[in-house]
């Protein structure tokens, strides 16, 4: 169920992801495999793009940091 190194896992294999917020917060950064590398509504590059962080824990105790794109 990796999706590292911008592989991505197709849904139809993915599992549910359960984690209790602590904290959310926000950056930008420059784009990565998968993000889109040019805007939908001018077509220019886009030299950033957000990146929604979500940390908590998971049922099991473990910390999580969720990066969120898209």
């Known amino acids: 169920m990796e999706a590292s190194m911008g ?3 197709p849904v139809s294999e993915m ?3 359960s984690v ?3 904290s959310i917060d926000f ?3 420059k784009p990565g495999p ?3 590398q040019h805007s939908s ?3 220019k590059a886009l030299p950033q793009v957000p ?3 979500v940390f908590g824990y998971t ?3 473990q910390t999580a940091c969720v990066h969120v794109h898209g």
């Open 51 to 53: 990146v929604i962080r």
């Open 20 to 22: 209790s917020i602590v």
């Open 59 to 61: 049922p099991g105790g």
């Open 7 to 9: 592989r991505q896992t």
């Open 41 to 43: 509504r001018t077509g």
């Open 34 to 36: 998968g993000d889109p």
């Open 27 to 29: 950056c930008v950064v």
């Open 15 to 17: 599992r549910p992801l």
